[in-house]
């Protein structure tokens, strides 16, 4: 995919468009350098989550050129955003490859209190059940056999340093920066829930997608963009 004013991090629209035949997807960016970057690397990965641009891509990667189509505050980006979507005709899928409208993505989700109980009652049920309690018992088992760790013990000047570094940041008010992310329904891409943290993500995918984000981080690979569960109809997407 060609990538037209990588430079820019500003807020704006963009549009990704098929030098083919015309079609275009809008979307929008609080920054763009780093939304450009993340479209490309999960295209490259074949793990993008709109299946319609994914699918050109693989077949003529280099007939997708993606631009800045105007700079917009933060606040007016969801709106501007539907201005072009419309404009365009980009939901039409003789036209573009927008599936939904704009702003979906960042929208925060409300739940009816029907909806809020089923959960509940679904997750208790779940982190109850013989079948979690073994997978937890099988967890610890690992964690136990840990060589990393197993036995030693950080000395005491470590251990004050660590201490006295938590206690600078607890006093200027620094807090640790969490991995932000969304998850989506892989087959409609209809948000399910944002967390500001990864651990908050086993309220509604307990245990597997924390596995896989740990898995990947002793591999090395911190730098991924979206992860997809497809035994789960699940989509990650780091935000």
């Known amino acids: 995919m060609i990538i037209e004013n990588l430079e820019y991090k500003e807020s704006a629209i963009y549009s990704?468009?098929?030098?083919?035949?015309?079609?275009?997807?809008?979307?929008?960016?609080?920054?763009?350098?780093?939304?450009?970057?993340?479209?490309?690397?999960?295209l490259n990965k074949n793990t993008h989550y709109n299946q319609h641009l994914?699918?050109?891509?693989?077949?003529?990667?280099?007939?997708?050129?993606?631009t800045i189509v105007e700079f917009v505050n933060k606040e007016s980006l969801t709106e501007r955003e539907n201005y072009w979507i419309e404009l365009f005709d980009a939901r039409n899928d003789?036209?573009?490859?927008?599936?939904?409208?704009?702003?979906?993505?960042?929208?925060?989700?409300?739940?009816?209190?029907?909806?809020?109980?089923?959960?509940?009652?679904?997750?208790?049920?779940?982190?109850?059940?013989?079948e979690y309690i073994e997978y937890r018992k099988v967890?610890?088992?690992?964690?136990?056999?840990?060589?990393?760790?197993?036995?030693?013990?950080?000395s005491d000047s470590w251990r004050k340093a660590i201490a006295e570094t938590n206690e600078r940041k607890?006093?200027?008010?620094?807090?640790?920066?969490?991995i932000k992310v969304r998850v989506l329904n892989d087959v409609t891409y209809e948000i399910i829930g944002e967390f500001d943290r990864i651990k908050?993500?086993?309220?509604?995918?307990?245990?597997?997608?924390?596995?896989k984000i740990c898995k990947l981080r002793k591999e090395g690979i911190t730098n991924?963009?979206?992860?997809?569960?497809?035994?789960?109809?699940?989509?990650?997407?780091?935000?």
Not at 105 to 130: A, N
Not at 170 to 178: A, H, S, T, Y
């Open 170 to 178: 607890r006093k200027l008010g620094i807090k640790k920066k969490g």
């Open 16 to 42: 990704i468009t098929n030098t083919d035949n015309g079609m275009v997807y809008i979307g929008q960016a609080v920054n763009y350098h780093k939304r450009a970057i993340s479209h490309r690397s999960a």
């Open 139 to 154: 967890c610890s088992k690992r964690m136990s056999e840990n060589p990393l760790m197993l036995g030693k013990k950080h």
């Open 54 to 66: 994914q699918r050109v891509y693989n077949k003529y990667s280099d007939i997708l050129k993606m």
């Open 200 to 211: 908050d993500v086993t309220c509604i995918a307990p245990g597997y997608i924390t596995e």
């Open 224 to 239: 991924w963009t979206t992860l997809e569960f497809k035994t789960k109809k699940l989509i990650v997407e780091r935000v």
């Open 94 to 130: 003789k036209k573009g490859y927008n599936m939904i409208e704009g702003g979906r993505l960042i929208k925060p989700i409300s739940y009816t209190q029907e909806r809020k109980d089923k959960l509940s009652k679904s997750l208790k049920d779940t982190f109850q059940s013989d």
